[in-house]
């Protein structure tokens, strides 16, 4: 996994680039072929406040959980995965989405087994953000198969989120996968946030048997893999068998395109991540507290509810050359990281602001932000490091998302570089959310060089650069 991060790494010398064969542009939706969606119910959507669910990792329920039924489920589907806006100009634009996605390519699906769900049938499902609807893939009780591909007790609800490789290969070859996982990332985060904004209470499991979410699935294993995947929902009265018999046969979809492409160093890496059998969810140690370290500043609420966050974020790219309030600022970094974590963030404050212009590393744990270096003239740098995309260095303040990969996986194992991709992607998310509820803008970066990324962010000896993502003012948003 560190091989695969060294070797998908850009070089200011060595970048290449190749041209897009749009003749085989892949298609950005799954469409069955024997199978035709049927339509979402009417959408209850839920009117939760960002600021009562971003507080928490993961978000916390209602005491009441209500059972879901199949409005609620609608809602949140749509929240989570739906399509938000169309690209001006763009004929037949296949939409812009509510999780943010590497050049919009939207690599990732939602499945989904439901059962006791008032108001539709048990089995599982595909969503399909294109009509928007579900296809019915396999009906049946299926709690307790999918509750033992995840080693978890049964629920009402389990979603799987996978990835056809393909659809991010086509642009980023093999650095591809990082970008899969940060999508996935993005995805589970408003997956995590809508349930919870429903009053559910939700557990996230990276760590399922693969080969068995593959089969259960109907995925061609090669090209589409699971990356996550969520319970919630409460334990049905009567969660299935022990064995739900053979699958349906009849799950074929239309090919993404004409010619489909693989990548050997993406495939061998996802696979060496594999697990044979779920394994106990992990927990992360925290960290130390630092000797020398300032308060992260009080948070600004969050203005409205997760929906409306949801509705009206988009990548926004002007920033102005201001600096963030701390208020601010301390909303949006106490909602990027739990206190337990894979990774870690290093945050590039811009000077002239009231948080002394600089880069730190942030402790969630006592919620400290650790001076690393005063040296706040790291924009111009920040910029050129992001492959000269100038603008990430204007940014009031740019989080590196970052992880010793080498240590993580020594003592972890190799499926922890996906948990720590994957925590990235969440964290961007959130970060994007926060920022749009506050009336900043925010855009994700997984374009850099890596080490000279590694070097403006002054990272400690043996970090890795995962993900950047810019907030701040932008043009034309209110504050
Ligand atoms: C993992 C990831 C990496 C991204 N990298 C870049 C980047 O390097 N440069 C950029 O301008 N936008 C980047 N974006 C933003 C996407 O281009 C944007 O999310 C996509 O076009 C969809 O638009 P929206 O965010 O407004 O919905 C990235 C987004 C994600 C999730």
Redesign the pocket.
């Known amino acids: 996994m560190k091989e695969y991060h060294s070797l998908t790494a850009y070089f200011r010398e060595s970048l290449g680039g190749h041209g897009l064969d749009w003749a085989n542009q892949p298609l950005p939706f799954k469409r069955y072929l024997h199978r035709e969606p049927i339509p979402l119910p009417s959408p209850t959507l839920p009117k939760t406040s960002l600021e009562d669910l971003l507080k928490d990792h993961p978000p916390r329920p209602e005491p009441d959980q209500p059972k879901p039924d199949a409005n609620l489920l609608a809602g949140c589907l749509l929240m989570a995965g739906g399509i938000t806006a169309h690209t001006p100009g763009v004929p037949n634009s296949p939409g812009?989405?509510s999780w943010?996605?590497?050049?919009?390519l939207y690599p990732c699906e939602i499945y989904m087994v439901a059962t006791e769900v008032q108001g539709l049938k048990d089995g599982l499902y595909h969503f399909t953000a294109e009509t928007p609807g579900l296809h019915l893939l396999w009906e049946g009780k299926l709690a307790r198969t999918a509750s033992k591909i995840l080693g978890q007790r049964p629920q009402r609800l389990t979603f799987f989120i996978t990835t056809l490789f393909w659809r991010s290969l086509w642009k980023y070859s093999s650095r591809a996968y990082r970008?899969c996982l940060?999508?996935t990332g993005?995805l589970l985060a408003n997956l995590e946030l809508s349930l919870a904004a429903a009053g559910l209470e939700v557990k996230t499991c990276l760590d399922f048997a693969d080969v068995s979410a593959g089969v259960f699935l109907g995925l061609a294993t090669e090209d589409e893999a699971t990356l996550a995947t969520l319970t919630t929902g409460g334990e049905p009265d009567d969660p299935g068998p022990e064995d739900p018999g053979l699958p349906p046969f009849d799950r074929q979809y239309s090919p993404l395109s004409a010619k489909i492409g693989r990548d050997s160093l993406l495939l061998k890496t996802h696979k060496s991540g594999n697990l044979e059998t779920p394994e106990p969810g992990r927990l992360w140690p925290e960290q130390t507290s630092p000797e020398q370290a300032m308060t992260c500043p009080e948070p600004a609420r969050f203005e409205g509810p997760l929906l409306e966050a949801i509705k009206k974020r988009?990548?926004r790219?002007n920033f102005l050359a201001r600096p963030l309030e701390q208020d601010l600022a301390g909303a949006i970094i106490r909602a990027s990281l739990p206190r337990r974590s894979p990774i870690r963030a290093m945050l590039l404050v811009s000077p002239g602001g009231e948080i002394p212009g600089g880069k730190y590393l942030y402790h969630p744990k006592p919620n400290l932000m650790e001076p690393r270096e005063a040296t706040a003239d790291f924009g111009r740098l920040l910029g050129r490091a992001c492959l000269g995309?100038a603008w990430v260095g204007q940014a009031g303040i740019a989080f590196v998302l970052w992880g010793n990969l080498n240590t993580l996986i020594n003592e972890n194992g190799l499926r922890s570089y996906r948990h720590a991709m994957i925590e990235a992607?969440k964290a961007?998310q959130r970060i994007y959310l926060a920022a749009q509820a506050l009336g900043l803008g925010c855009?994700?970066?997984?374009?850099f060089y890596d080490q000279e990324t590694n070097q403006v962010a002054a990272l400690p000896q043996g970090g890795d650069s995962l993900?950047v993502v810019a907030t701040g003012h932008v043009k034309g948003r209110k504050k």
């Not at 943010?100 to 919009?104: D, E, M, Q, R, V």
């Not at 855009?443 to 374009?447: E, I, K, L, P, R």
Request: hydrophobic share 30%.
């Open positions: 812009l989405r943010a996605s590497a050049g919009a970008y940060l999508d993005h988009r990548s790219r995309q992607g961007g855009c994700g970066v997984g374009a993900y």
